[in-house]
């Protein structure tokens, strides 16, 4: 396979977007992509999405979204892993480029969720959990999360208050993000007294969701290399693994072996350690979340991610900055457009181009997106090229 | 891109399967698949389905099915353009092998449509239609292709059994199909005679939902070669092109532009014009989108695709035979394994082991899946390599 680079980038700030269709806010991320990479036609589209059919009564989004956007023909369709669905649309994008089939292509993860009751919304949201073993309980994505944080506290020992430094992290960064859904800071009083969602996760463990779209262009590297354009870059990894969805399936229900593989695979294919990620964008759908990544992603030991975030490494000046824009907590998380989110922010940082959010001398970043508890990871590393 | 071959097939009957989820009619395809492949491992999972997150509350089929079938930890995921999803599962399988990400990949298709009520299964299809633009209004999918049917019946003079031919002849054929839907055939009277569905389309154009599962097995081709494997089927051609959802849209309601381009594109990949073609499974749903179909091909020239089947020249005896086990109206339309059904029936005609149903001397097929009214179109070109 060819290298492949992102030659644009496009976000729509995520919120509450009850003026705008599902096909409007994919369509202004990607006119912000297209005015980016300073073109104006792409090849293929591949659309990240999860609940549109159940949300929007609309499946199809391919073919809707290229057509909206002035490229009705082109070769498009979605992909789906859940909540992972945003990276996949890079990782499929890349392929597509990567061999040959096509010099230029779309990524967009796009998702709306704020327009149905909450109700449906969080049904929506179960789906990604295994219907015939967890939803048909009815136990909630949030509840599955809250059993292995129990669990995750009773084995290691670690108190509620522990996870605290996770959620003012990302808040304090997405102060710095205009494209944020919560842009103020918390405090350590609020983080404690926050209303109990499903115990022990309480409204500060959990991200909020959102309508929200996020958009990439990708292109084959040696085409754009030396062309003048912002600093190029390179997907110099990636990488799918899974799991099964019913957590009480799982060998280790405290361990994602899906992040692991798939983090072990990016290493690998960029020739690079945890010790040479200089940011990391993590998906801390859950605080318990954030640290079962690190640890998976070999940035902590097993059951010392609490640690590493309590010793401030997690924060902007620390050993690995993590959710340097907000993450999901303070960025929020329209599920089927997060991964891409967490890709447009690498390359703001990459760029030099996160403002107030941006850390010094960033090279190399991990990108990792989650489906279900665990069960899809997808992982990228981007590089300045 | 380096060249890929279908190594292995498999599919369940179409049929109303009340005792397996979908994850078992899936498995089933999946391992007769590996069975006949004489294979026990592949290196990713790629899921044709556009409904399970409406039907089944179950989105993430991907790692689902991995870890059902026995490969958890593989990369998955779902591919979905509407009613055309199942041919995106072989187009993604074919680009990963073909890209050198990995040496091996399977490919299913699968939906379950019968566990849910008539009025659920019609509001899900129309998903695959513009919600809106058309859903809102209330018409099913069966009621925009009556409006296309009804205006190609007055712009080019054809009476409603000049249409008889496509369902006679899918009838005829799915009989010697033992995985058909329906395995009897039908008379002219049975065809004028149908209850009314949304006219003019009556039953008899009309194909049937259905629960199944369709899977093959891609590999590199140079691996394969003179393994001694049955008659190797080499993908020659794959093509998805797009048109806009709502049919309003179109500069022609009555002109498949998607299946046009996604035709031309594949007979140029292959080498073939539509003369060289053997025989073409065809995304009969309506007997409306068979006459299109044909004529966008290049089969028929405009508005007269009923000509072709009026003359006899679509059978097994004639010159494009089309539906040779069934077609969508016999063997059945469970929509996101359709076109996976298509290439494994393609599969056997080019390995001679179609039985009853074999056209002799078949050497390249086009198989045509259609998502929504044309909006996306994906063609594929298998011979025998």
Known sequence: MREVAILGIGQVPVGEHWDKRLVELAGDAIFAALEDAEVNRVEALYVGNMMAGQLD??????????????????????????????????????????SGLVSSALAVGVEKMTDTSPRETTAALASA??????????????????????????????????????????????VNNPN?????PITEDIYRQAVMVADPINLMDASPIGDGAAAAIVVPLDLVKGMGHKTLVKIAGSSVATDSLAVHDRQDPLWLSAAEKSARDVYHQAGVGPEEIDIFEIHDAFSIMAALSLEACGFADRGQGPRLALEGEITPKGRIPIATMGGLKARGHPVGATGMYQ?????????????????DGVKVTLTQNIGGSGATVISHILTAA
């Not at 890709?343 to 850390?359: H, S, T």
Request: glycine share 10%; charged share 15%.
């Open 57 to 98: 009564k609309q499946t199809h989004l391919g073919a809707l979204i290229s057509d909206w956007v002035g490229f009705r023909g082109i070769e498009a369709m979605t992909v789906e892993a859940a909540c992972s669905s945003g990276a996949l649309a890079l990782r499929t994008a890349m392929i597509a480029v990567g």
């Open 343 to 359: 890709v447009v922010e690498a390359v703001q940082q990459l760029r030099g181009e996160a403002g107030r959010a941006q850390i």
């Open 129 to 174: 959990a295994s219907a015939d073993w967890e939803g048909v309980h009815g136990i909630t994505f949030v509840g599955l999360n809250a059993l292995i944080m129990r669990r995750y506290m009773h084995e290691y020992g670690w108190k509620h208050q522990d996870f605290a430094p996770f959620s003012l992290n990302a808040h304090a960064n997405g």
């Open 180 to 184: 944020a859904r919560f842009q103020s």
